[in-house]
Protein backbone atom coordinates (compact mmCIF):
# COMPACT_ATOMS: atom_id res chain seq x y z
CA UNK A 1 0.00 0.00 0.00
CA UNK A 2 2.78 2.36 0.90
CA UNK A 3 4.61 1.84 -2.28
CA UNK A 4 1.96 2.48 -4.33
CA UNK A 5 1.23 5.87 -2.47
CA UNK A 6 4.42 6.37 -3.08
CA UNK A 7 4.21 5.95 -7.03
CA UNK A 8 1.36 7.83 -7.36
CA UNK A 9 1.88 10.99 -9.53
CA UNK A 10 1.67 14.48 -8.15
CA UNK A 11 -1.54 16.61 -9.58
CA UNK A 12 0.72 19.02 -10.32
CA UNK A 13 3.22 16.65 -12.15
CA UNK A 14 0.30 15.50 -13.94
CA UNK A 15 -1.40 19.08 -14.87
CA UNK A 16 2.13 19.77 -16.79
CA UNK A 17 2.13 16.78 -19.02
CA UNK A 18 1.59 18.92 -22.32
CA UNK A 19 -0.78 17.00 -23.56
CA UNK A 20 -3.01 17.54 -20.00
CA UNK A 21 -1.76 21.17 -20.25
CA UNK A 22 -3.19 21.43 -23.80
CA UNK A 23 -6.62 20.23 -22.21
CA UNK A 24 -5.96 22.79 -19.80
CA UNK A 25 -6.06 25.96 -22.67
CA UNK A 26 -9.03 24.41 -24.18
CA UNK A 27 -11.32 23.08 -21.01
CA UNK A 28 -10.00 25.30 -18.07
CA UNK A 29 -8.22 24.23 -14.67
CA UNK A 30 -11.09 23.50 -13.29
CA UNK A 31 -12.60 21.14 -15.26
CA UNK A 32 -8.86 19.31 -15.73
CA UNK A 33 -8.25 19.12 -12.31
CA UNK A 34 -10.93 17.48 -11.46
CA UNK A 35 -10.76 15.09 -14.00
CA UNK A 36 -6.90 14.19 -12.63
CA UNK A 37 -7.66 14.04 -9.25
CA UNK A 38 -10.25 11.35 -9.96
CA UNK A 39 -7.86 9.36 -12.36
CA UNK A 40 -5.48 10.06 -8.79
CA UNK A 41 -8.28 8.43 -6.82
CA UNK A 42 -8.20 5.54 -8.87
CA UNK A 43 -4.38 5.06 -9.03
CA UNK A 44 -4.43 5.13 -5.35
CA UNK A 45 -6.96 2.30 -5.02
CA UNK A 46 -4.51 0.36 -7.45
CA UNK A 47 -7.17 0.89 -10.50
CA UNK A 48 -5.15 2.68 -12.67
CA UNK A 49 -1.37 2.29 -12.67
CA UNK A 50 1.23 5.01 -12.24
CA UNK A 51 2.06 5.18 -15.27
CA UNK A 52 -0.66 4.95 -17.03
CA UNK A 53 -2.30 7.96 -15.51
CA UNK A 54 -1.87 10.57 -18.35
CA UNK A 55 -3.62 8.20 -20.97
CA UNK A 56 -6.28 7.71 -18.31
CA UNK A 57 -6.80 11.78 -17.82
CA UNK A 58 -6.89 11.89 -21.86
CA UNK A 59 -9.69 8.76 -21.70
CA UNK A 60 -11.74 10.86 -19.13
CA UNK A 61 -11.70 14.58 -20.25
CA UNK A 62 -14.83 15.65 -21.77
CA UNK A 63 -14.87 16.48 -25.59
CA UNK A 64 -15.59 20.13 -24.75
CA UNK A 65 -16.53 22.61 -22.27
CA UNK A 66 -20.47 22.18 -23.24
CA UNK A 67 -22.38 19.07 -21.30
CA UNK A 68 -24.44 18.95 -25.11
CA UNK A 69 -23.63 16.65 -26.91
CA UNK A 70 -23.25 16.54 -31.48
CA UNK A 71 -25.81 13.29 -32.22
CA UNK A 72 -26.15 11.73 -35.08
CA UNK A 73 -30.04 12.07 -35.92
CA UNK A 74 -30.76 8.78 -36.85
CA UNK A 75 -34.89 8.75 -36.03
CA UNK A 76 -36.36 9.78 -39.55
CA UNK A 77 -37.35 13.23 -37.78
CA UNK A 78 -36.62 15.81 -39.86
CA UNK A 79 -37.28 18.67 -37.14
CA UNK A 80 -36.38 16.81 -34.29
CA UNK A 81 -37.52 19.28 -31.25
CA UNK A 82 -35.92 16.81 -28.64
CA UNK A 83 -32.54 16.96 -31.05
CA UNK A 84 -32.25 21.05 -31.05
CA UNK A 85 -34.73 20.91 -34.36
CA UNK A 86 -32.80 21.97 -36.94
CA UNK A 87 -29.51 21.60 -37.49
CA UNK A 88 -27.49 24.25 -39.17
CA UNK A 89 -26.02 24.62 -42.71
CA UNK A 90 -22.12 24.67 -42.73
CA UNK A 91 -22.56 28.47 -43.69
CA UNK A 92 -24.62 29.25 -41.20
CA UNK A 93 -22.15 28.00 -38.22
CA UNK A 94 -19.28 29.12 -40.18
CA UNK A 95 -21.21 33.36 -39.65
CA UNK A 96 -21.88 32.04 -35.79
CA UNK A 97 -17.82 31.50 -35.57
CA UNK A 98 -17.48 34.84 -37.15
CA UNK A 99 -19.90 37.06 -34.67
CA UNK A 100 -18.88 34.93 -31.81
CA UNK A 101 -15.90 37.85 -31.36
CA UNK A 102 -16.13 41.37 -31.24
CA UNK A 103 -18.51 42.08 -34.69
CA UNK A 104 -19.80 45.60 -36.15
CA UNK A 105 -23.85 44.20 -35.62
CA UNK A 106 -24.59 47.41 -34.37
CA UNK A 107 -21.73 50.00 -35.82
CA UNK A 108 -21.70 51.33 -39.83
CA UNK A 109 -17.67 50.95 -40.32
CA UNK A 110 -18.04 53.62 -43.21
CA UNK A 111 -18.96 56.13 -40.97
CA UNK A 112 -18.31 54.87 -37.22
CA UNK A 113 -21.55 55.95 -36.20
CA UNK A 114 -24.40 53.45 -35.14
CA UNK A 115 -25.77 51.26 -37.73
CA UNK A 116 -28.94 49.52 -38.03
CA UNK A 117 -28.69 45.93 -36.03
CA UNK A 118 -28.81 42.50 -38.26
CA UNK A 119 -28.95 44.73 -41.71
CA UNK A 120 -27.67 41.48 -43.56
CA UNK A 121 -29.77 39.63 -41.79
CA UNK A 122 -33.16 41.81 -42.34
CA UNK A 123 -32.27 42.41 -45.72
CA UNK A 124 -31.37 38.46 -46.73
CA UNK A 125 -35.21 38.18 -45.42
CA UNK A 126 -36.79 41.00 -47.45
CA UNK A 127 -35.13 39.48 -50.58
CA UNK A 128 -36.21 35.57 -49.79
CA UNK A 129 -39.63 37.01 -49.53
CA UNK A 130 -40.20 40.17 -51.95
CA UNK A 131 -43.83 40.17 -50.65
CA UNK A 132 -43.18 41.59 -47.43
CA UNK A 133 -42.60 45.11 -46.94
CA UNK A 134 -40.73 44.90 -44.27
CA UNK A 135 -39.31 42.18 -41.51
CA UNK A 136 -38.45 41.65 -37.87
CA UNK A 137 -36.53 38.88 -36.22
CA UNK A 138 -37.16 37.98 -32.63
CA UNK A 139 -36.05 34.94 -30.04
CA UNK A 140 -38.28 32.36 -31.54
CA UNK A 141 -42.29 32.07 -32.96
CA UNK A 142 -43.84 32.24 -29.67
CA UNK A 143 -41.87 35.55 -29.27
CA UNK A 144 -43.11 36.72 -32.30
CA UNK A 145 -46.87 36.16 -31.67
CA UNK A 146 -46.56 37.65 -28.38
CA UNK A 147 -44.82 40.67 -29.40
CA UNK A 148 -47.67 40.73 -32.29
CA UNK A 149 -50.13 40.48 -29.58
CA UNK A 150 -49.05 42.74 -27.59
CA UNK A 151 -48.52 45.35 -29.76
CA UNK A 152 -51.48 45.69 -32.08
CA UNK A 153 -54.16 43.88 -29.50
CA UNK A 154 -53.19 45.14 -26.14
CA UNK A 155 -56.64 45.52 -23.96
CA UNK A 156 -58.52 44.53 -27.64
CA UNK A 157 -59.22 41.08 -28.50
CA UNK A 158 -58.09 39.15 -31.41
CA UNK A 159 -61.13 36.65 -33.30
CA UNK A 160 -59.46 32.96 -33.47
CA UNK A 161 -60.90 29.85 -34.62
CA UNK A 162 -61.74 26.77 -32.08
CA UNK A 163 -60.11 24.81 -34.54
CA UNK A 164 -56.84 26.51 -34.22
CA UNK A 165 -56.53 27.24 -30.38
CA UNK A 166 -53.25 24.88 -30.46
CA UNK A 167 -50.78 23.59 -27.91
CA UNK A 168 -47.09 23.73 -29.67
CA UNK A 169 -45.72 21.44 -27.10
CA UNK A 170 -44.29 20.92 -23.28
CA UNK A 171 -47.75 22.31 -22.44
CA UNK A 172 -47.18 25.48 -24.20
CA UNK A 173 -50.59 27.06 -25.63
CA UNK A 174 -50.65 29.89 -28.17
CA UNK A 175 -53.83 31.46 -26.99
CA UNK A 176 -52.93 31.11 -23.02
CA UNK A 177 -49.64 32.85 -24.36
CA UNK A 178 -52.01 35.71 -26.16
CA UNK A 179 -54.46 36.23 -23.04
CA UNK A 180 -51.21 36.94 -20.93
CA UNK A 181 -50.52 39.91 -22.78
CA UNK A 182 -53.75 41.28 -21.75
CA UNK A 183 -55.67 40.67 -25.21
CA UNK A 184 -58.79 39.07 -25.26
CA UNK A 185 -59.64 36.11 -27.47
CA UNK A 186 -62.74 35.99 -29.02
CA UNK A 187 -63.26 32.17 -30.30
CA UNK A 188 -65.50 31.44 -33.33
CA UNK A 189 -67.25 27.97 -34.72
CA UNK A 190 -66.06 24.42 -33.38
CA UNK A 191 -63.35 22.04 -33.07
CA UNK A 192 -64.21 20.63 -36.90
CA UNK A 193 -65.42 23.61 -38.13
CA UNK A 194 -65.39 27.67 -39.04
CA UNK A 195 -67.10 29.91 -41.58
CA UNK A 196 -66.27 33.26 -42.85
CA UNK A 197 -69.70 34.46 -41.39
CA UNK A 198 -68.75 33.07 -37.77
CA UNK A 199 -66.00 35.62 -38.06
CA UNK A 200 -67.90 38.32 -39.58
CA UNK A 201 -70.40 37.93 -36.59
CA UNK A 202 -67.48 37.96 -34.22
CA UNK A 203 -65.65 40.85 -35.24
CA UNK A 204 -66.58 44.33 -33.85
CA UNK A 205 -65.33 47.67 -33.19
CA UNK A 206 -62.64 45.85 -30.58
CA UNK A 207 -61.21 43.78 -32.42
CA UNK A 208 -57.46 44.29 -33.78
CA UNK A 209 -56.89 41.45 -35.65
CA UNK A 210 -58.09 38.21 -36.84
CA UNK A 211 -55.34 35.52 -36.08
CA UNK A 212 -54.94 32.70 -38.32
CA UNK A 213 -52.80 29.30 -36.76
CA UNK A 214 -51.23 27.25 -38.62
CA UNK A 215 -52.04 23.83 -36.72
CA UNK A 216 -48.73 22.44 -37.27
CA UNK A 217 -49.06 19.48 -35.32
CA UNK A 218 -52.37 17.87 -35.54
CA UNK A 219 -54.68 16.95 -38.30
CA UNK A 220 -58.13 16.88 -38.13
CA UNK A 221 -60.01 14.86 -40.68
CA UNK A 222 -63.61 14.09 -41.68
CA UNK A 223 -66.06 16.98 -41.54
CA UNK A 224 -63.89 19.59 -41.57
CA UNK A 225 -63.93 23.57 -42.76
CA UNK A 226 -61.47 26.42 -42.34
CA UNK A 227 -61.38 29.59 -43.63
CA UNK A 228 -58.13 30.59 -45.60
CA UNK A 229 -56.03 34.27 -44.79
CA UNK A 230 -57.87 35.33 -48.32
CA UNK A 231 -61.47 35.11 -47.39
CA UNK A 232 -59.86 36.38 -44.01
CA UNK A 233 -58.93 39.24 -45.52
CA UNK A 234 -62.40 40.30 -46.81
CA UNK A 235 -63.56 40.95 -43.46
CA UNK A 236 -61.89 44.47 -43.78
CA UNK A 237 -59.32 43.70 -40.41
CA UNK A 238 -55.64 43.36 -40.55
CA UNK A 239 -55.38 39.08 -40.41
CA UNK A 240 -52.00 38.04 -38.46
CA UNK A 241 -51.21 34.60 -39.74
CA UNK A 242 -49.14 32.39 -37.24
CA UNK A 243 -47.42 30.15 -39.81
CA UNK A 244 -45.09 27.98 -37.72
CA UNK A 245 -43.18 25.93 -39.63
CA UNK A 246 -40.96 28.87 -41.39
CA UNK A 247 -41.45 28.00 -45.03
CA UNK A 248 -40.99 31.36 -47.16
CA UNK A 249 -41.95 29.86 -50.26
CA UNK A 250 -44.38 27.00 -51.37
CA UNK A 251 -42.48 23.40 -51.18
CA UNK A 252 -43.09 21.41 -53.56
CA UNK A 253 -43.13 17.82 -51.64
CA UNK A 254 -45.47 19.76 -48.43
CA UNK A 255 -48.38 21.05 -50.73
CA UNK A 256 -50.50 21.44 -47.21
CA UNK A 257 -47.97 23.24 -45.27
CA UNK A 258 -48.81 27.39 -45.68
CA UNK A 259 -45.84 29.68 -46.53
CA UNK A 260 -45.15 33.19 -45.82
CA UNK A 261 -44.82 34.31 -49.68
CA UNK A 262 -48.84 32.59 -50.04
CA UNK A 263 -50.20 34.28 -46.64
CA UNK A 264 -48.81 37.36 -47.93
CA UNK A 265 -50.07 37.57 -51.28
CA UNK A 266 -53.43 36.37 -49.98
CA UNK A 267 -53.52 39.69 -47.95
CA UNK A 268 -51.94 38.69 -44.60
CA UNK A 269 -50.95 41.72 -43.30
CA UNK A 270 -48.14 39.90 -40.78
CA UNK A 271 -46.76 36.33 -41.22
CA UNK A 272 -44.75 34.90 -37.90
CA UNK A 273 -42.81 31.98 -38.04
CA UNK A 274 -40.16 30.19 -36.44
CA UNK A 275 -36.68 30.42 -37.61
CA UNK A 276 -36.06 26.91 -36.96
CA UNK A 277 -38.09 24.38 -37.71
CA UNK A 278 -38.55 23.90 -42.20
CA UNK A 279 -36.61 26.94 -43.11
CA UNK A 280 -33.30 25.16 -41.22
CA UNK A 281 -32.40 27.96 -39.42
CA UNK A 282 -31.20 29.14 -36.03
CA UNK A 283 -33.87 29.30 -32.92
CA UNK A 284 -35.84 32.51 -34.05
CA UNK A 285 -38.89 34.13 -34.39
CA UNK A 286 -40.02 36.24 -38.11
CA UNK A 287 -42.37 38.34 -38.39
CA UNK A 288 -43.08 39.41 -42.00
CA UNK A 289 -45.79 42.02 -43.38
CA UNK A 290 -47.11 45.21 -44.30
CA UNK A 291 -44.26 47.99 -43.11
CA UNK A 292 -46.73 50.22 -40.86
CA UNK A 293 -47.20 47.00 -38.62
CA UNK A 294 -43.57 45.77 -38.68
CA UNK A 295 -42.54 49.29 -37.77
CA UNK A 296 -45.21 49.17 -34.85
CA UNK A 297 -43.66 46.06 -33.64
CA UNK A 298 -40.02 47.25 -33.83
CA UNK A 299 -40.70 50.25 -31.88
CA UNK A 300 -42.47 48.83 -29.13
CA UNK A 301 -41.08 48.76 -25.73
CA UNK A 302 -41.62 44.70 -25.32
CA UNK A 303 -39.22 44.63 -29.14
CA UNK A 304 -36.74 45.12 -26.72
CA UNK A 305 -37.26 41.99 -24.15
CA UNK A 306 -37.30 39.44 -27.39
CA UNK A 307 -34.69 41.06 -29.36
CA UNK A 308 -32.45 38.22 -30.93
CA UNK A 309 -28.92 38.21 -30.33
CA UNK A 310 -25.74 38.53 -32.74
CA UNK A 311 -25.18 35.09 -33.29
CA UNK A 312 -28.61 33.99 -33.94
CA UNK A 313 -28.69 37.15 -37.09
CA UNK A 314 -25.49 36.06 -38.12
CA UNK A 315 -26.79 32.10 -38.77
CA UNK A 316 -30.13 33.42 -40.08
CA UNK A 317 -28.66 35.43 -42.81
CA UNK A 318 -25.88 32.41 -43.65
CA UNK A 319 -28.87 29.99 -44.14
CA UNK A 320 -30.96 32.41 -46.09
CA UNK A 321 -27.94 33.46 -48.46
CA UNK A 322 -25.74 30.27 -48.36
CA UNK A 323 -26.33 26.90 -49.52
CA UNK A 324 -28.98 24.80 -48.33
CA UNK A 325 -29.05 23.88 -45.31
CA UNK A 326 -29.43 20.05 -43.61
CA UNK A 327 -33.57 20.39 -43.63
CA UNK A 328 -33.86 21.55 -47.25
CA UNK A 329 -31.57 18.48 -48.22
CA UNK A 330 -33.47 15.99 -45.70
CA UNK A 331 -36.80 17.19 -47.93
CA UNK A 332 -34.89 16.99 -51.20
CA UNK A 333 -33.67 13.55 -50.68
CA UNK A 334 -34.86 10.97 -53.04
CA UNK A 335 -36.32 7.14 -51.66
CA UNK A 336 -33.97 5.56 -53.92
CA UNK A 337 -30.90 7.60 -52.66
CA UNK A 338 -31.64 6.52 -49.26
CA UNK A 339 -32.36 3.05 -50.28
CA UNK A 340 -28.98 2.29 -52.13
CA UNK A 341 -27.32 3.78 -48.71
CA UNK A 342 -28.68 1.73 -46.68
CA UNK A 343 -28.07 -1.32 -48.64
CA UNK A 344 -24.73 -0.17 -48.72
CA UNK A 345 -24.66 0.65 -45.02
CA UNK A 346 -26.44 -2.64 -43.96
CA UNK A 347 -23.57 -4.68 -46.13
CA UNK A 348 -21.01 -3.50 -44.39
CA UNK A 349 -22.63 -4.13 -40.96
CA UNK A 350 -22.88 -7.99 -42.04
CA UNK A 351 -24.37 -10.08 -39.69
CA UNK A 352 -28.29 -9.68 -38.96
CA UNK A 353 -28.03 -6.26 -40.18
CA UNK A 354 -30.89 -5.77 -42.32
CA UNK A 355 -32.88 -2.51 -44.87
CA UNK A 356 -36.46 -1.48 -44.04
CA UNK A 357 -38.67 0.68 -45.73
CA UNK A 358 -39.49 3.62 -43.76
CA UNK A 359 -41.78 6.73 -43.41
CA UNK A 360 -39.82 9.64 -41.81
CA UNK A 361 -41.73 12.68 -40.66
CA UNK A 362 -41.21 16.29 -40.74
CA UNK A 363 -41.66 16.76 -37.11
CA UNK A 364 -41.35 19.66 -34.88
CA UNK A 365 -44.35 21.30 -35.53
CA UNK A 366 -44.47 21.06 -39.69
CA UNK A 367 -47.05 19.20 -42.35
CA UNK A 368 -48.47 16.92 -39.65
CA UNK A 369 -49.36 13.40 -40.79
CA UNK A 370 -47.43 13.61 -44.27
CA UNK A 371 -45.03 10.85 -44.94
CA UNK A 372 -41.44 11.01 -45.97
CA UNK A 373 -40.74 7.88 -47.70
CA UNK A 374 -37.38 6.86 -46.69
CA UNK A 375 -35.16 3.73 -45.55
CA UNK A 376 -33.24 2.15 -42.74
CA UNK A 377 -30.86 -0.44 -41.39
CA UNK A 378 -32.41 -2.25 -38.95
CA UNK A 379 -30.39 -4.11 -36.25
CA UNK A 380 -31.16 -5.71 -32.96
CA UNK A 381 -33.11 -3.17 -30.84
CA UNK A 382 -30.65 -3.95 -27.64
CA UNK A 383 -28.30 -2.19 -29.81
CA UNK A 384 -30.10 1.18 -29.22
CA UNK A 385 -29.08 2.23 -25.50
CA UNK A 386 -25.13 1.60 -26.75
CA UNK A 387 -25.51 3.40 -29.33
CA UNK A 388 -27.18 6.45 -28.07
CA UNK A 389 -23.87 6.50 -25.04
CA UNK A 390 -21.21 6.11 -27.64
CA UNK A 391 -19.36 9.03 -28.86
CA UNK A 392 -20.86 10.43 -31.04
CA UNK A 393 -24.74 9.21 -29.57
CA UNK A 394 -26.76 8.03 -32.11
CA UNK A 395 -30.21 8.02 -32.00
CA UNK A 396 -32.65 5.84 -34.20
CA UNK A 397 -36.25 4.86 -33.25
CA UNK A 398 -37.41 1.18 -31.92
CA UNK A 399 -40.01 -0.19 -33.62
CA UNK A 400 -41.36 -3.92 -33.71
CA UNK A 401 -38.26 -5.08 -31.87
CA UNK A 402 -35.87 -3.75 -34.32
CA UNK A 403 -33.76 -0.69 -33.70
CA UNK A 404 -34.31 1.30 -37.37
CA UNK A 405 -31.36 3.84 -38.13
CA UNK A 406 -32.93 5.93 -41.10
CA UNK A 407 -30.30 7.76 -43.36
CA UNK A 408 -33.70 10.13 -44.39
CA UNK A 409 -32.44 12.71 -41.48
CA UNK A 410 -28.09 11.36 -41.72
CA UNK A 411 -26.32 13.51 -43.74
CA UNK A 412 -24.71 11.46 -46.65
CA UNK A 413 -21.51 12.24 -45.05
CA UNK A 414 -22.09 10.43 -41.82
CA UNK A 415 -22.43 7.11 -43.34
CA UNK A 416 -18.82 6.33 -42.04
CA UNK A 417 -19.20 7.73 -38.53
CA UNK A 418 -22.39 5.76 -38.26
CA UNK A 419 -20.43 2.51 -39.92
CA UNK A 420 -17.94 2.93 -37.23
CA UNK A 421 -20.23 3.76 -34.39
CA UNK A 422 -22.17 0.05 -35.03
CA UNK A 423 -19.12 -1.77 -35.50
CA UNK A 424 -17.81 -0.42 -32.07
CA UNK A 425 -20.78 -1.37 -29.80
CA UNK A 426 -20.93 -4.83 -32.01
CA UNK A 427 -17.56 -5.55 -30.86
CA UNK A 428 -18.42 -5.22 -27.59
CA UNK A 429 -16.61 -1.91 -26.81
CA UNK A 430 -18.10 1.20 -25.04
CA UNK A 431 -18.53 4.50 -27.85
C1 LIG B 1 -43.78 26.04 -33.47
C2 LIG B 1 -44.95 26.96 -33.50
C3 LIG B 1 -44.96 28.11 -32.69
C4 LIG B 1 -43.88 28.41 -31.70
O1 LIG B 1 -42.66 28.68 -32.28
P1 LIG B 1 -41.34 28.52 -31.40
O2 LIG B 1 -40.26 28.88 -32.35
O3 LIG B 1 -41.30 27.11 -30.92
O4 LIG B 1 -41.45 29.47 -30.26
C5 LIG B 1 -46.03 28.95 -32.79
N1 LIG B 1 -47.06 28.68 -33.63
C6 LIG B 1 -47.07 27.59 -34.42
C7 LIG B 1 -48.23 27.37 -35.33
C8 LIG B 1 -46.01 26.69 -34.37
O5 LIG B 1 -46.04 25.60 -35.16
Redesign the pocket.
Known amino acids: MDDRRRDVPRTDTVLAEPVVAEAVDRLGRPAVKAVVAGVLESCRAGEVAPDGVVAEVVDRLPPSSTSLRAVVNATGVVVHTNLGRAPLSRAAVDALVLAAGATDVELDLATGRRGARGRGALAALRAAVPDAEDAHVVN ?4 A ?1 ALAARALAADREVVVARGEL ?1 E ?1 GDGFR ?1 PELVESLGVRLREVGTTNRVRLEDYAAAVGERTAFVLK ?2 P ?2 FRVEGFTSSVGVAELATLGLPVVA ?4 GLLRPHPRLPQEPDATSALRAGASLVTA ?1 G ?2 LLGGP ?1 C ?1 LLLGRADVVHALRRHPMARAVRVDKLTLAALEATLTGPIPPVAEALSRSTADVEARARRLAAAIGGDATVESTEGRVGG ?1 GAPGVPLPSAAVSLPADLAAPLRLGEPPVVGRVRGGRLLLDLLTVPEGADDVLLEAVRRVRSGGVG
Open positions: NGAAVVIIVHSNDLGSSDKQGG
